[in-house]
């Protein structure tokens, strides 16, 4: 009897139950190199995603950081206007970069 | 009974990962990296792993995972695209539908999938496409993962084919066009939708719901995703709930820019001349890992060590694994396990020695598949943008004391 009770509960389980209430992804604070632009840099990027997402793409080139930006503004319509794609590029270039150009 | 606990929300600050400067010569690929640390946190669902971001979820296997043919789902990796994802979902509410060139447009439930069709059990390795991207010099584009993007699981579920055939599909239908429930900050962002031509659907691609007989991890695409054995992680879209059948393929970002490689002979480029023509990663490659022992461990001279990693390929299957003891000059095979997860797995292997010496001892191992295609030296490993496909021979060092 104890057994069959046990298999109805985890039929039941199966069934409706697999996530029980709400998901929280914890949320985790990189820290961003100080330097100019960081605090203008970390509210763009931070709208849609970790700054994690951004330095765990190694050091990069000024036009890597550049072409970067421009695909967040025109595929994924980041809120960032034209005057201010310099200060974004130049804080990553500045801070997560590879002394390279391009 | 298993009741799943939830991690509260909270805080941890992370450190940033230090990058090496760049002075490795362009082009020259070297190992990925391997020294990376656990967090101090677990995500719902996972044991600690090793962290690139938390919003989208990216989460890493660390190498002693890989000593064994199934990764277990608390370990395995994670790797989204969109920041938001829904932080609850029904299951009795929750509906998969089916609409364009079809007879009748399809709404199921699970219930409807794992009632109405006839279910399958399968195992295939899961792997990301930029998996050990870090090898790659000049840096290349995307997160750089160590060697720990990739996992391997019996999945669960029903055949696509199978829900497609329930649906009926009109002559035309050509493109099928995947997308989950996983959507970017701004609602007139392009969602991560995938497509696959219908020719490439064959019946070992399955709408799953279970992984090593758990119902999916939430991370990894719960309540249901794509399982498309033998090819890149890309197209195994996670959570879906919509898959819509077209004529002609809707080119979308996703598609038309991501996870792409050169369309040439060696499938490179340098970054100075990138190629313009490009094509799909698709299949993947044959590969090996060793899960142990670690790198830079340390063990006893006369000490009985038994190397274990993992092969694989897009599925002609494993026909040997080698294993070098002396940084690559003397090759011996390694002993297989019996194969059972099929073609689509990772084969497990081990291989037996005894330092006798006090010094440092590189092992090595490489997989030569059914299909004849061996892995290259690490540093044969040629370029491309985005850091895709590397194979390099695996190498881990240690110290005999």
């Known amino acids: 009897m104890k057994s069959f009770i046990l298999l109805i509960l985890l039929t039941s389980y199966r069934l409706l139950a697999q996530v029980n209430g709400d998901i929280q992804v914890p949320y985790v604070d990189f820290e961003m190199k100080k330097g100019k632009g960081e605090y203008s840099t970390r509210g763009k990027c931070n709208m849609c995603h970790s700054f994690g997402y951004v330095i765990n793409q190694g050091n990069q080139s000024r036009k890597f950081w550049l072409k970067k930006t421009i695909k967040m503004i025109e595929v994924f319509n980041a809120p960032i206007a034209e005057k201010d794609i310099d200060v974004v590029v130049n804080y990553l270039y500045e801070n997560y970069g590879n002394r390279e150009e391009e | ?401």
């Open chain 2, 1 to 401: 009974m298993e009741r799943r606990e939830f991690f509260k929300k909270a805080v941890v600050t992370a450190s940033t990962v230090a990058f090496s400067s760049n002075i490795l010569k362009a082009g020259e690929t070297t190992h990925p990296v391997d020294d990376r640390k656990v967090t101090s946190i677990a995500f719902p669902e996972k044991r600690p792993m090793i962290m690139y971001s938390d919003r989208p979820p990216l989460l890493e296997s660390p190498r002693e995972v890989f000593t064994s043919a199934l990764t277990p789902n608390d370990l395995f990796f994670v790797r989204w695209h969109m920041p938001m994802i829904p932080s609850h979902i029904n299951t009795s509410a929750f509906r998969i539908k089916i609409d364009g060139l079809v007879d009748k447009e399809i709404n199921f439930s699970l219930k409807d999938l794992k009632t109405k069709f006839k279910q399958v059990e399968l195992t295939a390795v899961l792997q990301c496409g930029g998996n050990s991207r870090s090898a790659f010099h000049p840096t290349a584009s995307g997160i750089q993962w160590g060697a720990g993007a990739m996992g391997c699981a019996v999945w669960k579920g029903v055949r696509l084919k199978d829900v497609l055939e329930h649906a009926g599909l009109k002559s035309f239908a050509t493109w099928l066009g995947f997308n989950g429930k996983d959507k970017a900050v701004y609602s007139e962002t392009a969602n991560f939708i995938r497509e696959m031509k219908l020719e490439d659907l064959d019946e070992n691609v399955l709408l799953a719901y279970e992984m090593n007989g758990e119902d999916l991890p939430y991370l990894n695409g719960f309540p249901l995703r794509l399982v498309i054995p033998g090819t890149y992680s890309d197209s195994w879209l996670k959570m879906i709930s919509h898959i819509t059948v077209t004529k002609e393929q809707n080119r979308l970002f996703f598609m038309e820019k991501a996870y792409r490689i050169p369309d040439n002979e060696c499938e490179c480029e340098t970054p100075k001349k990138l190629v313009e023509k490009t094509k799909p990663i698709e299949k993947i490659n044959v590969n090996s890992i060793i899960g142990y022992p670690q790198q830079n461990s340390k063990v006893r001279v006369n000490a009985h060590i038994v190397v274990r990693g993992v092969a694989f390929d897009a599925g002609s299957g494993i026909k040997l694994v080698r294993v070098s003891i002396d940084g690559g000059k003397i090759w011996r095979d390694a002993l297989l396990d019996k194969g059972e997860g099929g073609n689509f797995a990772f084969r497990a292997f081990r291989y037996t020695f005894k330092p006798e010496k006090v010094e440092k001892v590189t092992i090595m191992c490489k997989a030569i598949s059914n299909a004849g295609d061996e892995q290259p030296l690490a540093k044969d490993i040629k370029w491309n943008h985005g850091g895709y496909r590397y194979n390099g021979i695996d190498e881990v060092t240690i110290e005999v004391v």
